[in-house]
């Protein structure tokens, strides 16, 4: 199927730190997700992008549709504890299919 | 709201037993239907997806099926269980209209 490149796999970061994540694909999506997993939960829905360049922002978070509808990056700013988690792009591919990322797993040191 | 309930949360089951893991909607009809499978915290592998009653598709070949009996209800199964089959299952749904996935709690499957 198909994959996503989600980078960084782990990031270590003090607490107040602006944080950066992204996702590649080698094919075009048309729709980019992006989700926070706590331990022992589902993923929770963050930020939903629908369009090639758009920017949307959910509080601290801010992410972006890459315009080559390729990729896609997820900021966090002035991170706190309560950001640790797991935090995963996906995907959608074709109309059916939903494509998740391989998670970055972010640690907060107060 | 669109809300999707997984039980049980934690399963311990020995090997070659059977198993089935079940999976409801709520708040919308007519969903597309997914089971994902996590392993060790990280990774979401896709395993089956549903587009209506009766519909599966499998991903990934396993020992592991899929039904969806009803148009809100989506079934696990396995009737030999291995270790391997060990992880975090995940249910999660959409609307083609409603882009946005959301997805269930989770059952922890420890196989022994």
């Known amino acids: 199927g198909q994959q996503l490149n989600q980078s960084p796999q782990s990031m270590f970061i003090q607490e107040g730190e602006d944080v950066s994540m992204n996702c590649t694909s080698s094919s075009i999506f048309n729709t980019w997700l992006w989700y926070k997993q706590e331990p022992g939960e589902g993923p929770v829905l963050l930020i939903a992008?629908?369009?090639?360049?758009e920017l949307t922002s959910n509080g601290r978070l801010t992410a972006q549709f890459g315009i080559t509808r390729k990729d896609s990056f997820l900021n966090i700013s002035a991170s706190i504890p309560s950001d640790v988690g797991i935090y995963f792009c996906a995907g959608r591919p074709t109309t059916y299919q939903l494509t998740f990322g391989k998670g970055t797993k972010l640690s907060v040191i107060p | 709201s669109q809300t999707i309930h997984q039980w049980p949360a934690t399963l311990v089951q020995p090997v070659g037993s059977p198993l089935s893991l079940e999976c409801t909607v709520e708040g919308t009809s007519n969903p597309n239907l997914y089971w994902y499978r996590q392993a060790a915290g990280r990774g979401l592998q896709l395993l089956f997806y549903?587009?209506?009653?009766?519909?599966i598709s499998s991903e990934v070949p396993q020992n592991l099926s899929a039904s969806r009996p009803q148009d809100r209800q989506f079934i696990l199964s396995s009737k030999k269980l291995l270790l391997s089959d060990s992880g975090f299952y995940l249910c999660?749904?959409?609307?083609?209209?409603?882009?946005?996935?959301?997805f269930g709690q989770g059952t922890r499957l420890t196989v022994v």
């Open positions: 549903s587009v209506g009653i009766g519909q």
């Open positions: 992008l629908y369009k090639a360049g």
């Open positions: 999660a749904g959409y609307l083609l209209r409603n882009t946005e996935a959301f």
